[in-house]
């Protein structure tokens, strides 16, 4: 049963990453000139979404999602040339773990790529992170750090450019897994809405 709703959980991110896509390609309809990027990128991200987290012990599963804000979610990197960029994401969501909050993200070299003026995709593969929030820290309780492999996909509309600076509208998916020590382990599945204050 937990395949199955996990299957499910999977496919409905995927078609409104899909959706989000083409909704995104179809905007595009200015006759702007493309701009000029270059040099460094930087990028912070505020926004929510939903994550699903299951944990090999049994003690929590996929069939239960939770709501979640992005925090932090940051993007450094250098273009290549006007389209291709190399990055650094560092995604990151807050959710609840045995009455505590806990942090879900990663440390993911990616590459990003402007398909159109506005329209761009993004993705990559990483170190995962899973660790207590740094507000919720308690001894022996809600101390502990897990780590792993996580993958990440985006993708966003520049909704408005000036100079240096544009802001956009994004969709991120990540799936990743953390060791927690012997054979156990913890999965997660995120998907994020936001919005992003770029510079480059």
């Given at each position: 049963?937990t395949?199955?709703?996990k299957?499910?959980l999977?496919?409905?991110?995927?078609?409104t990453f899909?959706?989000?896509?083409?909704?995104?390609?179809?905007?595009?309809?200015?006759?702007e000139p493309?701009?000029?990027?270059?040099?460094f990128?930087?990028?912070?991200v505020?926004?929510?979404?939903?994550?699903?987290?299951?944990?090999?012990?049994g003690?929590q599963t996929?069939?239960?999602?939770?709501?979640?804000?992005?925090f932090?979610?940051?993007k450094?990197?250098?273009m290549?040339?006007k389209?291709?960029?190399?990055?650094?994401?560092?995604?990151g969501n807050?959710y609840e773990?045995k009455?505590?909050?806990?942090h879900?993200g990663g440390?993911?070299?990616?590459?990003?790529?402007w398909?159109?003026?506005r329209?761009?995709?993004?993705?990559?593969?990483?170190l995962?992170?899973?660790?207590?929030?740094?507000?919720d820290?308690?001894d022996?309780?809600?101390?502990?750090w897990n780590?792993g492999c996580?993958?990440m996909?985006?993708t966003?509309?520049?909704i408005?450019?000036?100079k240096?600076?544009?802001l956009?509208?994004q969709?991120?998916l990540?799936?990743?897994r953390t060791?927690?020590g012997?054979?156990a382990?913890?999965d997660?599945?995120i998907?994020?809405?936001?919005?992003g204050?770029?510079?480059?």
């Amino acid at each position: 049963m937990t395949t199955i709703k996990k299957q499910i959980l999977l496919k409905i991110a995927c078609i409104t990453f899909a959706f989000g896509s083409s909704t995104t390609n179809a905007q595009n309809t200015n006759l702007e000139p493309t701009s000029q990027r270059e040099g460094f990128i930087i990028e912070f991200v505020v926004g929510g979404g939903l994550i699903s987290i299951e944990d090999s012990a049994g003690v929590q599963t996929f069939d239960k999602s939770q709501g979640t804000f992005v925090f932090p979610d940051l993007k450094l990197g250098y273009m290549l040339n006007k389209k291709l960029a190399l990055t650094v994401s560092l995604p990151g969501n807050i959710y609840e773990f045995k009455d505590n909050d806990r942090h879900f993200g990663g440390f993911i070299p990616s590459v990003q790529y402007w398909v159109k003026d506005r329209w761009w995709i993004h993705g990559g593969i990483g170190l995962a992170i899973d660790s207590p929030a740094l507000y919720d820290i308690k001894d022996d309780v809600n101390d502990n750090w897990n780590f792993g492999c996580t993958v990440m996909t985006s993708t966003g509309y520049e909704i408005y450019k000036k100079k240096n600076f544009a802001l956009n509208v994004q969709s991120k998916l990540i799936l990743g897994r953390t060791s927690l020590g012997g054979d156990a382990h913890r999965d997660a599945v995120i998907f994020n809405v936001g919005l992003g204050f770029s510079w480059l």
